[in-house]
């Protein structure tokens, strides 16, 4: 079965200041997805990333990148120079399969940037 | 493109009463809607899978008559909380499954009862 780990839950960081994220998942499938979303205190989902298990590069995305290392099967998430307006709940998760299943989501990252 | 409009954002009911939530999607087809709950501090639980035309399938320990949900068409899918107890609130959120995308949420609805 699927699973996704988020170790830490709360994080707190100085603006500014770089954080990262560690997402570590369980799949016996060669195919999956893996996400992030950014959870605002407003509740909504926001998209960041999606990746499939076939492209191992890394992503940038303005402050935000990506590692994913399906050696260590991780796929960790870097905040750089840390806003406040980051001050959020990060999920990581993963889809079986094509993307047609489920999403198992891990336990969220709450990252709190202090001004 | 792909977005889930979900109504009502928060809703306070009182107990013994029930509640609809609705998830539409507005631009595309949603064939799979997935309804989690979420509590405070913790991560999204997936209720059940509902396909399009056909009954929902609900995790192990979700109530399938308390947590009735309903996808009669391929933009609508609804999950009516029945005869609702203040341990019901929480966060429900809907997600859709969109091709070559991945999953659009809806924004979340925020249920007391009091």
């Known amino acids: 079965a699927q699973k996704v780990t988020q170790a830490q839950t709360e994080i707190s960081v100085v603006e500014k200041e770089d954080v990262t994220l560690d997402c570590v998942y369980e799949t016996r499938d060669t195919t999956y997805y893996l996400f992030w979303y950014k959870q605002p205190p407003s509740g909504e989902l926001v998209f960041l990333i999606r990746r499939n298990s076939f492209d191992e590069q890394n992503e940038i995305s303005g402050r935000y990148s990506w590692n994913f290392q399906k050696s260590t099967s991780s796929f960790n998430f870097t905040i750089t120079a840390s806003q406040v307006v980051d001050s959020a709940v990060y999920f990581c998760a993963l889809s079986e399969g094509y993307g047609n299943n489920r999403l198992a989501f891990g336990k969220g990252n709450q990252v709190v940037v202090i001004p | 493109g792909a977005v889930v409009s979900q109504h009502p954002s928060r809703v306070i009911c009182k107990s013994g009463t029930s509640v609809k939530i609705e998830c539409r999607s507005l631009?595309?087809?949603?064939?799979?809607m997935f309804w989690y709950r979420q509590f405070p501090k913790q991560s999204l639980m997936l209720m059940a899978t509902?396909?399009?035309?056909?009954?929902?399938?609900?995790e192990q320990g979700v109530e399938k008559d308390k947590f009735l949900i309903n996808h009669a068409s391929l933009t609508l899918s609804t999950l009516t909380v029945t005869s609702a107890h203040p341990e019901d609130s929480s966060f429900y959120i809907c997600?859709?499954?969109?091709?070559?995308?991945?999953?659009?949420f809806g924004s979340g609805t925020r249920l007391t009862v009091v």
């Open positions: 997600s859709a499954r969109v091709v070559n995308y991945g999953y659009t």
């Open positions: 509902s396909n399009e035309g056909s009954k929902a399938t609900y």
């Open positions: 631009d595309f087809q949603a064939t799979t």
